[in-house]
């Protein structure tokens, strides 16, 4: 059972910058397809960004350019990166690990990345704010 331990959400105003960690002890990132999604109040899951197994990257629209995943496996860390902050980027920002694999993520298909019924074990989430 993989427990993902996920840090660094908050306030900010529009503009602004934050770094979401996600930390999974005693696991290794490296065979996994890993992901973070969010959900505003009254919205549904919308998947923001994943990383195969080779470290490639994908993203959905809204955030290419301002947002950037990424992995540190010797640590077992997992990151988004988020700058241009918006407020309609407000959400509770949870991320995801599907694994262990022995086949890229994207044979799952392109999107895999955005459906979170792909993901087999989650975060608790961390509250992400913008404020215009």
């Known amino acids: 059972q993989v427990q993902l331990v996920e840090s660094g959400g908050g306030s900010v105003q529009a503009g602004g910058s934050l770094r979401l960690s996600c930390a999974a002890p005693?696991?290794?990132?490296?065979?996994?397809?890993m992901g973070w999604f969010r959900q505003a109040p009254g919205k549904e899951r919308e998947g923001v960004a994943g990383?195969?197994?080779?470290?490639?990257?994908r993203y959905v629209d809204s955030v290419k350019g301002r947002f950037t995943i990424s992995k540190d496996n010797a640590k077992n860390t997992l990151y988004l990166q988020m700058n241009s902050l918006k407020p309609e980027d407000t959400a509770v920002y949870y991320c995801?690990?599907?694994?262990?694999?022995?086949?890229?993520?994207?044979?799952?298909?392109?999107?895999?990345?955005?459906?979170?019924?792909?993901?087999?074990?989650w975060g608790q989430g961390t509250q992400v704010t913008v404020s215009s």
């Open positions: 990383i195969d197994t080779d470290g490639s990257t």
């Open positions: 995801a690990a599907e694994g262990p694999r022995t086949r890229a993520c994207s044979n799952a298909g392109g999107s895999w990345y955005s459906h979170p019924g792909f993901f087999v074990y």
């Open positions: 005693g696991y290794t990132y490296s065979n996994y397809c």
